[in-house]
Each structure stands twice: as C-alpha cells, then as structure tokens.
C-alpha cells in the first residue's frame, strides 16, 4: 500500500509502498477513505511524543470502510463504515472499566503507538469497543474533520467545562480545535469569545459563533478585554493552542471559580507553562485537561449534528492528496491553513 512514512524525525516524508497490514485477534483493517491532516501529527513528525518509533506512518484522524476483522471481533465485519477516537481504549483496565477509554492504562492511538492513516490502510485494535459506526448521511471527510480535534472539543466543551447557556466562554486560538471549540459551544446558548493573531482566522471564528474577537497580536492586554467583555471574566476558558502565552491568559481572564481547559498539547519548550497560581487559589479556579473522547460519548454528538445544532463540514478547510499531506503535515507550525485539511486522495 503506498503510505506517507518518515524514518527520521523532523526530517522530510516520503511516500513509500509498505506491507498491507493484517487484523490480529483484536484488530480490523480499514481502507481509508479520509485522514485528517492535525497539529498532533506535526508534534509526532518533530519527535516530541515518546510513543513514537521509527519508521513511522502517521494519522489519526480517519474515517473508512472494514476491510477484514480478527476473529475475536464481534461488532465490526466487512464494509461497516467506521471512524475511531484517536485514544482508544484496551477494554480491561480500571479505567475503562469505569467508561474512561481517553485515559486508558494501556491505550492504542493509531499514528502514535501504532502506524496512522496516512495511508492506504490501517490497523486498528482493540475494536469491538473503540470503532464507531458512521451515520448514514455523513461523509467520509466530515468523519475524518471529527478526528481528535472536534471530539476533544466536544468533550472539553460539554463533559468537562459543562458549558451552559448564557454563560461566557473565552477560546484561545482558532485552527480546528479552537473553532470547534467555538462551534459547540454556541450551539450550547454560550458567549463565545474567540481570541487568535490572524484575522481570517478570526472572521472564521465569527462564522461558527463566536460574538466578539480579539486579535491577540494588536491587542497589548488579552486578558483586560476578555474581562471588559465578559463582565468580570470568562466561566469556562479553553487554551486550544498549547502554547505558554495562550494557557497564561486563558486562566488569568477566567472569572472567580471559572473552569479552564487546556486542549492543545503542551509539548517541547511550551511543557512546562508559567501558572498565575495565586489567582488559582484566591479564585477558586478549576484548571482540567482534555485528552480525546471515548467511542461510547460519540452518540450524543451525533445527535446533536443530526439535528442541525452542529455542523462540522463547514469546518474542513479543503481536501487534499495523500503526496500533498507532506507539505499540509510540516507546514502546520507555519499556522497558516484555515480550517480542517482532510486527505481524501491515496492514489496521487
């Protein structure tokens, strides 16, 4: 199968032919029909997740159809159409006895802990309890533009800032993440402030719902006007970047007992972020993370975009070919595509 593999890190992908995969007991193998092209993916390729050995396919942000399953598996069988969380759970540990498959003791995440969908096929494991099935209507880029971007958000948005009408919610930063973010959390009757240094990206930021904006880059005090916007602060704060500025100022211009939630990673020299601790303690402020969502929550997602209050192919970007995902995939440090970029050609 051809596949997009980098055998070093931080240094150019190729396309390559590499061995068709094949299920374990387990597993499933699944042709690919779209991959999301993700910031995560750029993290990988530059050598900053642990997990990683080389050579390496990555993607994991995937939608396709079953093309063999192992013969443990009882749920999936050829030509179901599929997508997965990019953090799937092993079914046995605590914490998935508990429905937590996100934090999984002994987690599968294809393109990380195992070769990704940058390809024509790819294999994954434990599936009886990670696959979800894809509604009828919805496309194979629209399942892909779910990826790890719109379910973290959701599930930061919903399950864990527990976002409710009337409330203010700042978001900082707007690629795919931010503006999901964004999405959900005005279809939720929330107060959306969208903050980023682009302002294409800030007029899209607009489009989802969000009813102010702040260019961070011309605006010397993000944190001032967040507060002088929101009245006092922000009830639920997401940094959905991953870098010091944007964790900084996303728990600064929280309101008393307000929530943040850090959904971009953290990685390289932004790990180890400044905290206005003091604030955290006087405060009261809630400061909790936001790692995938579990395949069991994808329902209740759903439903919300069957019936109309969510709407995540307006946040794809545009498609592009399996070759062309190399440049999409290097360039993402450069912040410049807008939008979701889904890999629906593996043939060129």
Request: aromatic letters at 6%; hydrophobic letters at 40%.
């Amino acid at each position: 199968m051809r596949a997009v593999v980098y055998e070093k890190f931080d240094e150019l992908p190729t396309i390559q032919n590499v061995p068709d995969p094949t299920p374990d007991a387990d597993s499933v193998v699944i042709k690919v029909e779209a991959t999301g092209v993700c910031r995560s993916d750029w993290h990988g390729w530059k050598g900053h997740d642990a997990d990683i050995e080389l050579p390496h396919i990555p993607g994991h942000e995937l939608a396709g159809t079953v093309v063999e399953a192992g013969h443990n598996v009882k749920n999936w069988k050829k030509g179901d159409r599929v997508t997965v969380p990019f953090v799937g759970g092993c079914g046995h540990c605590s914490e998935c006895a508990a429905g937590q498959h996100q934090v999984c003791d002994n987690q599968f995440q294809p393109g990380f802990t195992h070769w990704g969908s940058f390809a024509e096929y790819v294999n994954i494991g434990y599936a009886d309890i990670n696959l979800v099935a894809l509604p009828p209507s919805m496309t194979f880029t629209t399942a892909a533009s779910l990826g790890c971007r719109f379910v973290t958000s959701f599930r930061a948005v919903v399950d864990q800032g527990k976002v409710c009408a009337g409330q203010w919610v700042a978001v900082h930063g707007c690629g795919g993440v931010g503006l999901s973010a964004i999405m959900i959390a005005n279809a939720l009757g929330a107060n959306v402030i969208a903050i980023d240094i682009s302002d294409e990206k800030l007029l899209l930021a607009k489009s989802m719902g969000a009813i102010a904006t702040i260019n961070g880059a011309r605006q010397s005090d993000v944190v001032g006007m967040v507060r002088e916007l929101t009245h006092g602060g922000a009830h639920v704060s997401l940094d959905a970047l991953g870098h010091q500025t944007t964790c900084f100022n996303s728990i600064s211009n929280l309101r008393k007992r307000g929530k943040h939630i850090q959904v971009g990673l953290m990685l390289a020299e932004h790990s180890l972020p400044t905290i206005p601790m003091g604030q955290v303690i006087a405060n009261e402020l809630e400061i909790l993370g936001s790692h995938g969502m579990q395949s069991h929550r994808y329902r209740a997602m759903f439903d919300m975009i069957s019936a109309g209050k969510l709407s995540p192919e307006k946040l794809v970007g545009k498609t592009t070919s399996l070759s062309d995902s190399i440049n999409a995939l290097t360039s993402m440090d450069s912040f410049e595509a807008q939008g979701v970029t889904v890999v629906t050609d593996f043939q060129n």
